[in-house]
C-alpha cells in the first residue's frame, strides 16, 4: 500500500521536482547543523 503510494507520488513529481526537494532538504540540514554547532560554540565559550 506503501509503496504504491510512494510510486504514484513519484510519478506525480517529475525526476527534477524531487532533485530540487532533496537539495532544499540537504541544504537545510547542513544550515542547521552550521546554526547548531555555532550555537554550541557561543554556549560553551559563554562558560
Avoid: S, T, Y
Amino acid at each position: 500500500m506503501l509503496k504504491m503510494l510512494l510510486n504514484g507520488v513519484v510519478e506525480w513529481l517529475d525526476i527534477g521536482g524531487v532533485v530540487d526537494i532533496v537539495g532544499a532538504i540537504v541544504i537545510a540540514h547542513q544550515n542547521l547543523k552550521l546554526f547548531f554547532m555555532r550555537q554550541a560554540c557561543l554556549l560553551l565559550g559563554g562558560l
